[in-house]
């Protein structure tokens, strides 16, 4: 769950960023991005980093990362054609879970518009038991906490 004043988060609190160009679809009815994108976003980033930066491979790497809980606050609205950038940084990092926190930021902004994040838990693929993240994906996301520098 969040802590602290979220909106005053910064680009330079978040230790990656991927830019993402926001879709028609992506709008509601209110013109305004709909609140579930946010997750597909979150997921965007996540996964993205943990593929480049952690060698993780979601096709058959031994053990996956499951999503136990999120959250998602809201600050001001989004639309089509905004360009974006998801801003990502490790907030926690157990044995077997991560908890990731999200800045979304309208490109040319310093201020989030939204600030979310969720738990994962690492499993086996198979067995889905509970398992120590593996060593490669410990220091890529080592490099992403609040500690550690901007990559």
């Known amino acids: 769950m969040p802590s602290g004043n979220l ?3 910064r680009r330079e ?5 991927l830019s993402h160009r926001t879709r028609w679809s992506d709008n509601d009815q209110y013109h305004h991005i709909n609140n579930s994108i946010y997750y597909h976003l ?3 980033i996540v996964n993205t980093y943990l593929i480049e930066s952690c060698g993780q491979n979601p096709q ?3 053990s996956i990362g499951l999503v136990v809980s999120s959250w998602c606050q809201f600050f001001a609205p989004l639309s089509f054609p ?3 950038d998801l801003c990502l940084r ?3 990092l157990g044995d077997s879970s991560v908890t990731y926190e999200i800045g979304v930021f309208k490109q040319g902004s ?3 518009t939204v600030v979310g994040g969720y738990t994962h838990v690492f499993v086996d693929r198979k067995s889905r038991k509970r398992t120590p993240i593996p060593l ?6 080592e490099a992403l906490t609040s500690s550690a520098g901007k990559l």
């Open 7 to 9: 909106k005053t988060l």
């Open 13 to 17: 609190d978040f230790g990656y960023t």
């Open 42 to 44: 979150f997921d965007s």
């Open 60 to 62: 058959d790497s031994h």
């Open 82 to 84: 905004d360009i974006l």
């Open 90 to 92: 490790v907030k926690k």
């Open 110 to 112: 310093n201020s989030p």
């Open 136 to 141: 490669a994906v410990r220091n890529g996301l």
